[in-house]
């Protein structure tokens, strides 16, 4: 069974510029989630979506928007785009329901100069 | 504020021994927790889950969750040199589908 998959694998835009990262769950998963990691750091929570509804935002500005599909697959945009963005950007899905575990896919290297 | 914590390390285990990863977290409701591996460059791999206090064994891992002292834990017997990555601890709630991940301790397993 195919895992989570996201594209581009890596990404170098320059500041100010817009970004949109893309992520196709594991099938039959309909909780798809963002996370942001820093070099050295955990994963930071940014948006989480179940259903195609938004079920939970994390505490990064409004230039970061995300939308998830009726195929349930997701879209992770960062608008006016800041050096402090590079980073390697996760999604994760699951079935978004009780205690299932997140699974993760490889991540989007997002450099920004 | 949610709050995961590991020491850092790095943590250095010579070949065959005993790791231990410790994990402490600050929401008394959190109710689901799981550790994740990490190779550098590479993204997370979910390596175990625990729900119940107590222990859980998987192969040479075993996770153990003490929810009075909000306390988790991850030994990994007979460690290899590929066990070698940062280990994630995260934790969940029942309320919703938010991870709260700690910063990861960095394991090193010398031959």
């Known amino acids: 069974d195919a895992g989570v998959t996201q594209s581009p694998t890596h990404l170098i835009k320059t500041r100010g510029q817009h970004v949109t990262l893309r992520c196709s769950p594991i099938?039959?998963?309909?909780?798809v989630s963002w996370y942001q990691q820093v070099l050295g750091q955990g994963p930071q929570f940014i948006f989480q979506?179940?259903?195609?509804?938004?079920?939970g935002r994390g505490n990064f500005p409004d230039r970061f928007s995300a939308r998830q599909f009726p195929n349930y697959s997701s879209e992770l945009n960062v608008n006016a785009l800041l050096l402090g963005d590079s980073a390697l950007y996760l999604c994760?899905?699951?079935?978004?329901?009780?205690?299932?575990?997140?699974?993760f896919g490889n991540g989007t290297r997002l450099t920004v100069t | 504020q949610k709050e995961v914590e590991q020491n850092s390390g790095p943590l250095s285990v010579p070949e065959g021994a005993i790791a231990s990863l410790n994990c402490t977290y600050s929401?008394?409701?959190?109710?689901?927790f799981f550790w994740y591996r990490q190779y550098s460059g590479k993204s997370p791999e979910l390596i175990m889950s625990?729900?119940?206090?107590g222990d859980k064994e998987d192969g040479r891992f075993t996770a153990q969750l003490n929810k009075a002292s909000q306390y988790v834990s991850l030994l990994i017997r007979d460690s290899q040199p590929s066990d070698s990555a940062t280990y994630l601890c995260?934790?969940?709630?029942?309320?919703?589908?938010?991870?709260?991940f700690g910063p990861g301790t960095r394991l090193s397993v010398l031959p």
């Open positions: 994760a899905s699951s079935v978004g329901r009780g205690n299932s575990p997140l699974h």
């Open positions: 929401d008394r409701v959190s109710q689901s």
């Open positions: 625990i729900y119940s206090n």
């Open positions: 995260a934790v969940k709630d029942n309320y919703g589908q938010n991870f709260v």
């Open positions: 979506y179940y259903e195609k509804e938004e079920r």
């Open positions: 099938s039959g998963h309909k909780s």
